[in-house]
């Protein structure tokens, strides 16, 4: 079966060397690996103020914290994610509030948005579903506006851009996942990356139960109680050995998604995705739009094909049971759309045979 998700492992002859002198270094915990590893994922996205996390989902909570996000407040956010996006939210105590999505991507709506934003509103939470960038020249102008802050979270997106730019230096903070099968893995881990050092360096110590790194732990003061939130050296090494193929990786999902751009033009029951202005995809995903899914998926599953839509839409959880609303355009997209392999596992070949099965018709 072609996979719709797959892990990418450096091969064996570079990634066990390096592991087995981190493994026997005496070291392992946080420390001069996880550094290095932020200093090269920071030239990757062109934002030298990242801090390495276990995951992409502490990423999210720092975020939240250092906004002080907690009861009686409000973060806007879509229900077209994977879980950890929301649930996060959840865990502040804070209300989750769903904005509808545009029918034509499954990205949040700027216009639903701002007619959510109230006084307790905190923050915007924008996700760039399967690696599609969300539609920024719009929501830069709403954060602008009401003074609100946009969290990014871009486990689907590394390798995306906005303005020419990687993903990362937009907004105030910018949230990363390096969980197995995302573009870059640690095995598990996550980053966030930030605009100013004042955010960066209570992240710092939020990320660390409160305690500031860069002094004695005999000398130190915990103002604010943090959290074990830390990449360790084992994973940050893994990373930095994954680093070197990221280029090669990252760009084999983006010409594959490419080709289904083109090649996928003018079939009938079937509906591309439109791409924002100033926006450029990593395509973790390809996403289209298709009449009788069900139908596509099981033609393609009889040919050794995955296709689904992978995730579950959050709104439909009993923990969010108070932010349930109407959401007609989600409703329509999630009703349509679907996934195909567009990963760097998916050979000239594989997506050839693919778009020949969908000419044919189900």
């Known amino acids: 079966m072609l996979s719709l998700v797959k892990p990418y492992i450096a091969p064996k002859e570079e990634m066990m060397p390096a592991l087995e002198e981190i493994l026997y ?16 994922f920071g030239n990757y996205i062109d934002n030298e103020r990242v801090l390495a996390l276990n995951s992409g989902t502490a990423a999210l909570h720092i975020a939240l914290c250092l ?17 950890p996006t929301n649930t996060t939210i ?18 949040l709506d700027p216009e639903s948005v701002r007619k959510k934003i109230t006084e307790k509103t905190k923050a915007i939470m924008l996700v760039h579903y399967a690696g599609m960038v969300c539609n920024m020249d719009e929501f830069n102008k709403i954060s602008e506006e009401f003074n609100v802050p946009i969290i990014e979270d871009t ?29 870059l893995t640690t095995v598990d881990g996550g980053a ?14 939020l990320r660390w139960f409160g305690l500031n790194k860069k002094v004695s732990r005999l000398d130190n003061d915990i103002k604010r109680a943090g959290f074990k939130y830390g990449m360790n050296n084992v994973n940050a090494t ?9 280029n090669e990786v ?22 591309l995705i439109p791409y924002y202005e100033n926006t450029e995809p990593s395509y973790w995903l390809y996403t289209l739009k298709v009449e009788n899914r069900d139908d596509f998926c099981r033609m393609l599953k009889d040919a050794g094909i995955e296709a689904s839509q992978l995730h579950h839409r959050s709104d439909t959880h009993s923990v969010f049971q108070q932010s349930k609303c109407d959401l007609p355009a989600l409703d329509q997209f999630y009703s349509e759309f679907v996934h195909i392999p567009c990963g760097w596992w998916v050979s000239d070949e594989d997506r050839e045979r693919i778009v020949d099965l969908i000419k044919r018709g189900w």
């Not at 270094?25 to 090269?40: C, D, R």
């Not at 966030?192 to 110590?205: T, V």
């Open 25 to 40: 270094s005496g070291y392992i915990a946080m420390g001069e690996a996880v550094g290095n590893f932020e200093t090269k």
């Open 67 to 83: 906004l002080n996000v907690g009861n009686g407040d409000e973060v806007i956010s879509t229900a077209m994610t994977a879980e």
């Open 90 to 107: 959840a865990l502040t105590g804070a209300k989750v509030v769903w904005a509808d999505v545009d029918v034509k991507t499954g990205l």
């Open 155 to 183: 486990a689907h997106a590394l390798g995306s851009k906005y303005k020419g730019k990687m993903v990362g230096s937009n907004s105030r903070f910018t949230c990363y996942s390096f969980q197995a099968i995302k573009h």
């Open 192 to 205: 966030i990356s930030f605009l100013n050092d004042e955010d960066m360096d209570e992240a710092a110590k």
């Open 238 to 246: 893994i990373g930095m050995v994954q680093l070197k193929h990221i």
């Open 250 to 271: 990252i760009g084999r999902h983006i010409e594959n998604g490419r080709y289904y751009d083109s090649a996928l033009k003018n079939i009938p029951g079937v509906t």
